[in-house]
């Protein structure tokens, strides 16, 4: 396969970030996609299985008006016993995910789907990510701050809620968005890098 233009379809500077550790040469082409009819025109069992779904609604939107680019669309979502955080609305609705995060485990699924040429594929990788517990007036002060405002699950490992995080059993990367070691990977099979 000849060498392909890489497109993240996706304007999260973290993700952004993230792929430079791939490769420099990738360009930005954010994704139009209503995250909601997605959710309703295929009800999914799995928040894993949501993540992946949401990426890969992203990857095509992009790839239907750059064929010939190689394309990669990712969604993150936080999964506290079987429901999915997302991006918190205000800081009400942080705090109460900070809250239902506090003292325990959850799961972070980030969706990856890549298409490239006639190539596809898809996965989702997932974390689980300890949370010490956290008192009302911690919880207060980091939703005062900018931070939690465009995470799924209303924080950022890599920035403030850095503090907060006792463990984490799998990708840091994920976390953040993009688990860089399996893109690389997916890549590399389908012959983009």
Known sequence: MNKMNIL??????????LLAHI?????????????????RAAPCGSPALLAQRLAEAKCRAVARTHPEAAVIGCDTVVDVDGVIFGKPQDPDDAQRMLRALSGRVH??????????????????????????P???TEIDAYTATDDPYDKAGAYGIQ????KFITGIEGCYFNVMGLPVARLYAALRECGVL
């Open 107 to 132: 799961l972070v699924h980030t969706g990856v789907f890549l298409c490239a040429g006639s190539r596809r594929t898809g996965f989702a990788e997932t974390t689980r990510v300890h949370f010490a």
């Open 8 to 17: 993240l379809a996706s304007a999260s500077p973290r993700r952004q970030e």
């Open 159 to 162: 920035s403030g809620a850095s």
């Open 23 to 39: 490769t420099p040469d990738f360009a930005v082409c954010a994704a139009d996609v209503d995250e909601a009819a997605v959710v």
């Open 134 to 136: 956290l008192s009302d």
